[in-house]
């Protein structure tokens, strides 16, 4: 690489190459000049990024710092699977090793967050119709739809696969309505999940 991947810069004696830490890319000082934390590939302490680069772990910081904290501690939600009618009432948090979402009440189910393939964050504010549905695909299909204005967070749905099975999974998880202090943590739970979910899908191919 003789050029900046950025400005086009020649590199010489006094115009040195960088690399960013995260893309790889080559850039010159000027385009590749600030330093951020990059916890998913374990660089605790700031390390030269390009622009694009540093907006992107900017958000994953505070994810880690904020986020991850909620998803960890984990919520309680009435949760139907697949065509069940009868909800169950469950704990829903992030495994410490951040791979699966267990789900514990008389039952227990472990969800791998690979085989995940859609997330969607059910809210209230909106008239009924597909406008009281953010869909965000975090693996798999389209760009996700943006986040919409005051609108409360109610309940999520999730579809996912299970290993060495056909077909589609179905999961529904609706934040408990008759206690205000566990309403606001499971609401709490939705916004992280919400995020993390728009986290995987922006850096899917990164």
Not at 122 to 145: C, M, N, R, V
Request: aromatic share 8%; glycine share 6%; with cysteine.
């Amino acid at each position: 690489c003789r050029r900046c991947m950025q400005c086009d810069a020649k590199f010489d004696f006094l115009t040195r190459k960088h690399h960013c830490r995260r893309c790889g890319k080559c850039f010159c000082d000027r385009c590749c000049s600030q330093k951020v934390p990059l916890r998913r590939m374990c660089f605790v302490d700031p390390v030269r990024q390009c622009a694009e680069c540093a907006l992107v772990s900017h958000k994953e910081a505070e994810f880690y710092d904020k986020q991850l904290k909620v998803l960890l501690s984990g919520a309680t939600f009435l949760v139907t699977l697949g065509n069940s009618e009868k909800p169950e009432t469950m704990i829903c948090r992030l495994s410490s090793n951040q791979r699966y979402l267990f789900l514990d009440g008389h039952s227990h189910y472990e969800i791998e967050i690979v085989h995940i393939s859609t997330v969607q964050l059910l809210t209230e504010g909106f008239p009924p119709g597909e406008k009281d549905i953010h869909a965000y695909t975090s693996l798999l299909g389209s760009q996700p739809a943006s986040e919409g204005g005051n609108a409360r967070a109610t309940g999520m749905f999730l579809q996912y696969t299970v290993p060495g099975t056909e077909g589609v999974t179905q999961l529904k998880l609706t934040a408990v309505e008759d206690a205000n202090v566990g309403r606001r943590q499971a609401v709490a739970w939705l916004v992280a999940m919400h995020k993390a979910a728009k986290l995987l899908y922006e850096s899917r191919d990164q």
